[in-house]
């Protein structure tokens, strides 16, 4: 069964400080031991402090552990020791995050990760390196160095982590659209559903099963409104987990049963992911026409046909009440996933659907 991502506090922004470990400081120290003639210089180098580590898991599906834990610090490395003991090095911190979170430098505003795969990680704070021991400084001219240097201190970082969705296809449209009947009827995911608008406030996932193995991963993302691109609504939080979807699915509600109604809905979506600051990667859209079943039988074809000879592209005819259209949605969307995903490594190494959904059981 899918876990709703809705059934926990969703957080896909989050501005977090990090500070690796310093390195230990080296030791001076001088050999003093019956029997042994000419003692010299025996001080250890310092140990290396510890990393932050990131590292991208199935387990977990929002940003919300970092609600409480906004400042990260490693283990600083040990001291050096006599007889040349190298101080111990201080514990890297492995922090967990969602798969498909983005790491971004706050100051420079620079991408210093993008952890699109499970168990793919990235150092993001290096910890210092441990101080020389006076035994370093040894030579023929110094025979008894007093000299050691103390630890480097390791990276500080101001970090923003940035949760972007890895669905394969995303429901996007106005509020009220059907979106969320519609995952309903395509997978097992049960999000929350009323007659009003905004019911999604989160976005929802579920797997569809398209009879041919694997399946892909659906998202049903929180309703766009005119202006999103700028800031409106849910602005940008809409707009970031659409960027990395295959496929765009367009819902509109065709209740009213006129073409020009439905083209406006449309031409409204387009200029809103024209607009976006942020890159939206699909290559493809396919329009839904959502609760047919809210029209006259003979108005179908009609409908359908007047808006996809406007655009061009796929266009179905779909109801969440009726399951009318559901199955051609599916096979649809199965040839277009299918089509433009291109594994980056090894079958072997890739998520199953169910595994990039996180928590699936």
């Known amino acids: 069964m899918v876990k709703n991502v809705s059934a926990e506090p969703f957080i896909d922004e989050v501005t977090i400080s990090v500070a690796a470990g310093d390195g230990g400081a080296g030791c001076t120290h001088f050999r003093r031991e019956a029997y ?22 199935t387990h977990l599906n929002t940003l919300n552990p970092f609600r409480r834990r906004r400042t990260i610090a490693a283990e600083n490395g040990r001291p ?3 007889q040349r003991q190298t101080g111990k090095s201080g514990e890297s911190l492995l922090i967990e995050v969602p798969i498909g979170t983005m790491v971004i430098d706050d100051e420079t505003g620079l991408l210093v990760a993008d952890l699109d795969a499970h168990g793919a990680e990235a150092v993001v704070a290096t910890g210092g390196d441990g101080g020389r021991g006076n035994w370093q400084f040894k030579s023929s001219r ?5 000299k050691s240097t103390p630890g480097h201190p390791g990276d500080q970082k ?15 449209g106005m509020p009220n659209a059907g979106k969320s009947s519609l995952i309903r009827s395509l997978t097992s995911a049960r999000p929350k559903i009323g007659d009003y608008p905004f019911t999604t ?6 797997v569809v099963d398209d009879g041919r193995g694997d399946g892909f991963v659906i998202a049903d993302i929180p309703g766009l409104i005119e202006g999103a691109s700028t800031g409106a609504g849910l602005g940008h939080t809409f707009l970031r987990h659409v960027a990395r979807s295959h496929v765009l699915v367009h819902v509109i509600d065709v209740a009213t049963g006129d073409p020009d109604a439905v083209a406006h809905t449309h031409e409204l979506i387009l200029t809103e992911l ?22 006259e039988p003979e108005q179908h074809d009609k409908l359908r046909s007047d808006i996809a000879s406007r655009y061009g592209i796929d266009t179905v ?45």
């Open 142 to 146: 110094n025979r008894a160095p007093r």
């Open 274 to 295: 024209e607009r976006s600051p942020v890159e939206i990667e699909s290559p493809v859209a396919i329009i839904a026409l959502n609760k047919s079943d809210l029209l």
């Open 80 to 82: 050096g020791a006599k």
């Open 317 to 361: 005819l779909t109801s969440a009440a009726t399951n009318a259209g559901i199955d051609d949605l599916k096979g649809i969307l199965a040839d277009h996933v299918s089509r433009v995903h291109v594994p980056t490594r090894d079958d072997s190494d890739l998520p199953s659907a169910a595994e990039r959904i996180w928590d699936s059981a």
């Open 158 to 172: 101001v970090l923003r982590l940035e949760l972007r969705l890895l669905a394969d296809v995303a429901l996007i």
């Open 36 to 57: 042994v003639p000419r003692g010299g210089p025996d001080g250890g180098d310092g140990g290396r402090g510890g990393d932050i580590v990131l590292r991208a898991t």
């Open 201 to 206: 406030l989160v976005p929802n996932l579920g």
